[in-house]
C-alpha cells in the first residue's frame, strides 16, 4: 500500500478528530469554526481548532493548530490531513492560503488533504493541487 492510500479506519478516525476538535473551536468573530486532523509518519493523530482574537489577525487556523500538536507529539511528517468546516454551501473549507505552505513544510506533494462538515464527507485533494509549483525545504537546501 502507497503512503498516500488511507484506510477506511485512518480516514473514520481522522474525521472523528477533526470533527471533535471542531466543537472546541474559539470563533466568536467569524462564528465560522473548524477542526483539522494530521496523521503523522507514526501513524498518529492529531488535531487543532481555530482560536480567533480581539485583534483579528491574530487569530490561528485549525490545520496551524494540529500541526503544532504533530511537532510537540514528536511528530515529523504529515501523511493526510482532513479539515472540517460549515461547508458546503459557499464551497468545501479548504485550507486558506497560509495553511497550505504551512501544510507543505512537513508534507508530499501527494498529500491527501480531505474536507468535510458534520454530516459529510467532501472531496479529497492533493496538496500539490492546491499548491502548485510550490516553495519549500528542498529549495533552501539547495542553494
Ligand atoms: N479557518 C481555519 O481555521 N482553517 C481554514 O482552513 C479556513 C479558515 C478559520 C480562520 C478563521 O478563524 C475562520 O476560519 C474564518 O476565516
Known sequence: ????????????ALLQAARSAQLKAYAPYSNYKVGAAVLDEQGR?????????????EGLCAEAAALSAMVLASGSRALAVLVVGNGNAGGWTTPCGGCRQKLREFGAAEMPIL?????????RYTL??????SFGPDHLNAG
Do not use: D, R, W
Open 115 to 123: 474536507v468535510a462538515n458534520a454530516t459529510e464527507l467532501g472531496p
Open 1 to 12: 500500500m502507497s503512503n498516500f492510500s488511507l484506510t477506511k479506519s485512518q480516514q473514520q
Open 45 to 57: 493523530i492529531h488535531s487543532g481548532c481555530n482560536v480567533e482574537n480581539a485583534a483579528y489577525p
Open 128 to 133: 500539490s493541487a492546491l499548491l502548485p509549483e
